[in-house]
């Protein structure tokens, strides 16, 4: 279910206070007073949410994260609640009657696309098809009659219950569907799967420079995957292996990206992105939660499709800092549960790449849980006549200047220091500056005034560095 984030109005309304009133007389008499407290605890914590969605969203005109987080948990809790109540009493009609107050309102708020009630609409909506309903009934009946201590005319009272519309007196019968009704629920997914578009890389072939790491990468993971038999032989004769964990720092705009989004083209794999401002939570333990999620998805995915998947996580820093440094009891389980999760993934045929700006901030642990650690620095004087050919080839002003070489290699020259983004940012400039002297060819002087005036700075390789001189390790051998 895709909830919207742009909301714009100020709701005044809760819940359907009618129907509250009769689900909590329903929960005063239900015989089984353990389940009634547990719905009831569900029901008044929903209507918690819900006030706090109103609240939040009165405070200002657009929505920020804690009006977000309410709203998913909110959507998430409802449809639980309205699951468990629909099977426990079933004459309550509950989800149906929820379903038609959120949508009359939805409606007399003038349907607006960004209403949160539009969500709640939809998330309900699937308690009102016949055939789930049917489905929870029926396993309730089953559950009924598989009991020992129960006998035919047991089971007869429950087909009767059924057709009366009675509440179910057993918490156990409830529990037994509760793996059905949260199957219904849609669980956030904190992988977002990487789609090629016209501007992505269609392979090696489309990066620039980075020749040595392009070649670590064909012989280490690309050769090794394209001939299993080739690999095979590798590991007999000299222990060579495909590394499932590559760690790729370095500067800023260096192509630690780019490579991975070329890596995927070259090998046919699917690509996924850990989205970390999803997985990222303020509530306590979420954040370990949302990891080991993404995690077993993709491990689930390597599975189902029984060939590997990369797994890229920028700027994997935030969330594996060192813990010597942070010392609060969610931050050490959350670099526990990365280093549970990235073992688990080596495992299942998932190839784990990280990227981050900041080495030396990642936790040990953590470092040498990769089995190979590259260092992506600031182009070459090579890698960046590469990538000023790669830029000028593409616009029809820059052939002049591309048949002159020596041009070419005093343009590189001036380059020095800077990164691959800054170089493709200081060409379109360059393209510019041509195009206003008149539609002129691109020049080495469009150049120069792009480089004066870019506010591109150059970054501090040094900087970026691991403190060891020995960090790199070959990729394809084993640690």
Known sequence: ???????????????????????????????????????????????????????ESQKTEKSDSKFQDYLDIFLSCKQLLAGFVSITFDGLNYADREFTHYHDEFLKNGSKDND????????????????????LKDKKTQNSSDSPS??????????????????????????????TISSKLSPKSFLEEFKADSLSPKG???????????????????????????????????????????LLYGPPGCGKTYITQALASEIDVPLYLLNISKAGSHYINMTSKNLKAAFDEAIAIAQK????????????????????????????????????????????????????NKFNLLDPAIRRRFDSKVFVDVP?????????????????????????????????????GFSNSSICIISKQAALNAMRRDRSDISVEDFIKAIE??????????????????????????S
Do not use: H
């Open 453 to 478: 005036a870019t506010s591109e700075e150059k970054p501090d390789r040094n900087s970026y560095k691991s403190d060891s001189s020995k960090t790199k390790r070959k990729i394809g051998f084993g």
């Open 305 to 356: 499709t029984d060939k590997p998947c990369l797994l890229f996580m920028d700027e994997i820093d935030s969330l594996c800092f060192d813990r010597n440094s942070r010392m609060e009891p969610d931050d050490l389980k959350q670099v526990s549960t990365m280093l549970q999760a990235i073992d688990s993934a080596k495992k299942s045929n998932v190839i784990i790449i990280g990227a981050t």
């Open 1 to 55: 279910m895709k909830i919207s984030t742009n909301y714009t109005y100020k709701p005044n309304f809760g819940y359907d206070k009618q129907l509250n009133e009769e689900l909590k007389q329903s929960l005063s008499t239900f015989p089984d007073r353990q389940w009634a407290q547990t719905l009831s605890s569900m029901n008044s914590y929903c209507n918690k949410l819900e006030s706090n969605l109103i609240r």
């Open 150 to 179: 129960q006998n035919n005319e047991a089971t007869s009272q429950s087909d009767n219950n059924i057709n009366n519309s009675a509440p179910v007196n057993d918490s156990a019968q409830v529990s037994s569907v509760t793996e």
């Open 116 to 135: 949160w009630r539009k969500d709640a609409c939809e998330n309900l909506k699937d308690w009102l098809s016949p055939d789930l309903l049917k489905k």
């Open 380 to 416: 070459d004087f090579d890698s960046r006549k590469a990538l000023l050919i790669k830029n000028l080839s593409s616009f029809k002003k820059g052939q002049t200047l591309l048949n002159s070489e020596a041009d070419i290699e005093t343009i590189a020259k001036k380059l020095d």
């Open 204 to 246: 090696f072939a489309d990066v620039a420079g980075m020749s040595e790491l392009k070649r670590d990468l064909s012989e280490g993971i690309i050769e090794l995957i394209k001939n299993p038999e080739q690999a095979k032989l590798d590991f007999e004769e000299y222990g060579k292996t495909v590394p499932n964990t590559i």
